[in-house]
């Protein structure tokens, strides 16, 4: 909550809550129109397979701080395509 305190006075948001300042960040996102979901920019749930098979061999996968499933990637990716914020 420290970090999210100190986001919010950078930020200056009136309230220095967690969800106060979840609230602000998707308001800002709307404000300059990044999309909501990948849906939005036309990628259907039918690519989420070759998705995640590309995410599990991109570099940045190995230098993860935390390892993932091939289940568990291709749930967040349904999850990005579907709605994610």
């Given at each position: ?50 998705i ?34």
């Amino acid at each position: 909550e420290e970090k999210v305190r100190r986001m919010s006075e950078a930020m200056q948001f009136d309230d220095h809550s967690v969800g106060s300042f979840i609230s602000n960040i998707e308001k800002l996102l709307d404000r300059i129109q990044i999309p909501r979901s990948l849906s939005e920019i036309g990628v259907p749930e039918s690519c989420a397979g070759r998705i995640t098979e590309k995410a599990m061999k991109d570099l940045a996968y190995a230098t993860n701080p935390r390892s993932a499933t091939f289940e568990e990637i291709h749930k967040l990716v349904l999850a990005s395509i579907k709605k994610a914020r």
